[in-house]
């Protein structure tokens, strides 16, 4: 099993533009999650769907969107990058809910220039 | 929505000596506290977790405690070696969400 996946590994985009962080997870998990990480800021969630077709917003959901487009998919869109999205961004994913462990994908370095 | 605080940021030890991060929250209903350790560049991974009905639990050289009642968790590691360094987020389940601590940064000098 792969686990959780994300792509890309690595995007630097300007101010304005737009793009789409994908994640997949192979376990059959029902919840998944998209959280940024800051330095000194631990890991902060942005949105999450607690099963397929739903979504919630999180902490920090401003400029962002999500789709989930199936049970193993979980995309994240920023629609006009600014330089305060430059982050690190992991997806995750749980089998039910809160109190299941939550594996993570391996992550996305986003810089917004 | 739920506060977690961490201490320390930082924390340097000596191999072989013990490590205590420690946690604080704000929501009384919450009965899920996971750590996740995240080595550098690397993603978060569950170490060990703890529910409300329990005061304590061990793995190896890894323990948590819970004091429900002053609401406080704590991360114990013994025997500290090298591949302990890293950074440990404590999180509490509270609110309908899993909120994180800013983690701790443990540096293991052999």
């Known amino acids: 099993n792969a686990g959780v996946t994300q792509t890309p590994k690595f995007q630097v985009l300007k101010t304005g533009q737009s793009m789409t962080l994908q994640c997949a997870q192979d376990m059959n998990h029902n919840s998944m999650y998209w959280y940024r990480q800051d330095p000194g800021m631990g890991l902060r969630l942005i949105y999450y769907s607690a099963s397929e077709g739903t979504t919630d917003k999180g902490e920090v959901p401003n400029g962002y969107n999500v789709s989930r487009l199936n049970k193993r998919e979980f995309s994240l869109r920023l629609e006009s990058a600014a330089p305060s999205q430059t982050s690190v961004y992991f997806c995750a994913s749980s089998e039910q809910g809160w109190t299941d462990t939550q594996y993570f994908g391996p992550g996305t370095r986003l810089t917004v220039l | 929505g739920e506060n977690v605080e961490q201490h320390p940021s930082t924390l340097s030890v000596q191999e072989g000596d013990s490590a205590v991060i420690k946690c604080t929250y704000s929501d009384s209903a919450s009965n899920y506290f996971p750590w996740y350790k995240q080595e550098l560049g690397k993603r978060p991974q569950l170490i060990i977790d703890i529910r409300s009905n329990v005061g304590e639990k061990k793995d190896q050289r890894i323990a948590v405690t819970l004091n429900k009642t002053a609401k406080h968790f704590s991360l114990h590691i013994t025997e500290t070696q090298p591949e302990d360094s890293a950074v440990y987020f404590c999180?509490?389940?509270?609110?309908?969400?899993?909120?994180f601590g800013k983690g701790t940064m443990l540096l293991v000098s052999p």
């Open positions: 999180a509490a389940e509270g609110y309908s969400t899993l909120t």
